[in-house]
């Protein structure tokens, strides 16, 4: 049973910067695609980023200030974040990707980390 672990959250000012990480135990990373989603207090999940082997893409709303990148020698997925904003505030969770060509909707990932709380305070 591959478990996904987020770390790197925390409570930021607007204006300043995190950094997350996603690891693997009992499975691995650096052959799937992986996402980055993000559930803001008293709202659904929405996508934030994913990568592929080649490609990285973003929503909107965090392109030009987030950043997904991948160290498969390391097995670990990252999510570089500048500029927050106080509606940058959710649980950020990473997701390994389901076999396809799809990668936006949570339906298209299969295993999920339990999250990793970030507050961005005004």
């Known amino acids: 049973q591959v478990q996904l672990v987020e770390s790197g959250g925390g409570l930021v000012q607007a204006g300043g910067s995190l950094r997350l990480s996603c690891a693997a135990s009992g499975g691995t990373l650096s052959t799937y695609f992986m996402g980055w989603f993000r559930q803001p207090p008293g709202k659904g999940r929405e996508f934030v980023a994913a990568?592929?082997?080649?490609?990285?893409y973003y929503a909107d709303s965090v392109k030009g200030r987030f950043t997904i990148s991948r160290d498969n020698a390391k097995d670990m997925v990252y999510l570089q974040m500048n500029s927050l904003k106080p509606e940058d505030t959710a649980v950020y969770s990473c997701?390994?990707?389901?076999?396809?060509?799809?990668?936006?909707?949570?339906?298209?990932?299969?295993?999920w980390g339990q999250g990793t709380q970030v507050t961005v305070s005004s």
């Open positions: 990568i592929t082997w080649s490609q990285t």
């Open positions: 997701a390994r990707g389901r076999p396809g060509p799809a990668w936006r909707s949570w339906s298209d990932y299969d295993y």
